[in-house]
């Protein structure tokens, strides 16, 4: 069977609209490796199918991708894109969530450019059919999700149509110095001993912090042996991986098309609980990674979002809502002026 084969798309665990497709990738040293694409489709009236989906995003299709120890999960935001006459589909790349297997380790990569198959194989499906010809691509990251897809867009100039990145992971934790001083040795652990294990500084705060945060009317069913109340393991080859992606953004990368960064107004240290991890970002220092986001391409928008998490779009209500409506504005001008500017260009 085929990837593009339409047998090959099966009931996904979100239910529902959603539907998951199977995305082999071959092997590795610990075995069959596969990604998984998850996709929610426009609803259509009758009237739309027979003339046509006057909708600002019915031309446009969008790529998710997930962060660090994360997966898929998030109903609304695929149901944001949808809403808007968009296809949403959502990738959850080898070694997480629904691409995990037994005899696996969690998450491990050994360089982010291997990412790329996982991408390739998630845009072969996701163009397959006549239906698919000729749409835009938007770009839809989280975290380390963001790092990725902003290193791919970077590699891969018009394919994307715009990129929006969710507290992407641009710049190392604690300072470009301390990065630049601990790379060569985590570089030479990578290089001998790969699968060495960081000692685990998660102590379950930022997991915490998103159950207080809860918000009664966009409920979410978090698997937590897909999405841990701790993180993962961190391994020096993966570490390895994730600084030399951060030297590449510090060093400056050219992202061709808009970009739109989602970032909580202000950090905070989750050295033990308190409430005001609620209504901050618990893992990214947000004013470096602002800072960072402006090397990656010379349109870039960043939206501070008082109160937001690490993850925006699991904030409180009134911060959850807030990013809502600064990515609403932001994809209603970003669609318009590029339909505008493809009016007049030349054929």
């Known amino acids: 069977m085929s990837r593009s084969d339409p047998a090959a798309w099966t009931a996904?665990?979100?239910?529902?609209?959603?539907?998951?497709?199977?995305?082999?990738?071959?092997?590795?040293?610990?075995?069959?490796?596969?990604?998984?694409?998850?996709?929610?489709?426009?609803?259509?009236?009758?009237?739309?199918?027979?003339?046509?989906?006057?909708?600002?995003?019915?031309?446009?299709?969008?790529?998710?991708?997930?962060?660090?120890?994360?997966?898929?999960?998030?109903?609304?935001?695929?149901?944001?894109?949808?809403?808007?006459?968009?296809?949403?589909f959502a990738l959850d790349l080898r070694k997480y969530g629904r691409s995990l297997r037994d005899y696996q380790t969690p998450g491990y990569i050994g360089s982010l450019d291997d990412y790329d198959r996982d991408i390739a194989a998630a845009l072969a499906a996701m163009q397959a059919g006549s239906d698919a010809v000729g749409r835009r691509l938007v770009l839809l990251g989280h975290s380390t999700g963001g790092l990725i897809l902003s290193?791919?867009?970077?590699?891969?100039?018009?394919?994307?149509?715009?990129?929006?990145?969710?507290?992407?992971?641009?710049?190392?934790?604690?300072?470009?110095?301390?990065r630049e001083t601990i790379t060569p040795l985590v570089g030479l652990r990578a290089k001998y001993r790969p699968l060495d294990r960081a000692p685990q500084v998660d102590l379950g705060y930022y997991t915490r912090a998103q159950q207080e945060a809860a918000d009664p009317a966009d409920p979410m069913d978090v698997n937590l042996a897909w999405r841990p109340a701790q993180t993962m393991a961190v391994h020096a080859g993966w570490l390895h991986a994730i600084?030399?992606?951060?030297?590449?953004?510090?060093?400056?990368?050219?992202?061709?098309?808009?970009?739109?960064?989602?970032?909580?107004?202000?950090?905070?240290?989750?050295?033990?609980?308190?409430?005001?991890?609620?209504?901050?970002?618990?893992?990214?220092?947000?004013?470096?990674i602002a800072r960072a986001a402006l090397k990656i391409g010379p349109s870039v928008t960043i939206e501070r979002i008082d109160g937001a998490l690490h993850d925006v779009f699991l904030s409180r209500h009134d911060a959850r809502e807030l990013a809502y409506d600064r990515l609403g504005y932001w994809v209603d001008g970003w669609s318009a002026a590029d339909r505008a500017a493809r009016r007049t260009s030349p054929a």
């Open 151 to 178: 290193l791919w867009a970077a590699r891969n100039p018009g394919v994307a149509s715009a990129v929006v990145l969710n507290s992407p992971w641009l710049e190392f934790q604690l300072s470009r110095f301390t």
């Open 243 to 288: 600084l030399a992606g951060h030297a590449t953004i510090a060093a400056g990368i050219a992202i061709g098309v808009p970009v739109c960064v989602l970032l909580s107004q202000r950090s905070a240290v989750p050295t033990a609980w308190s409430d005001d991890l609620t209504r901050a970002d618990s893992v990214l220092v947000v004013d470096d």
């Open 12 to 88: 996904d665990v979100l239910g529902d609209e959603f539907e998951q497709l199977t995305l082999p990738l071959g092997s590795d040293d610990e075995g069959e490796v596969v990604a998984t694409l998850v996709r929610a489709l426009p609803h259509r009236t009758a009237w739309q199918r027979l003339f046509g989906d006057g909708r600002q995003l019915a031309d446009t299709d969008v790529l998710y991708v997930h962060g660090w120890s994360d997966y898929f999960f998030q109903k609304r935001l695929a149901r944001f894109w949808t809403g808007r006459g968009a296809r949403f």
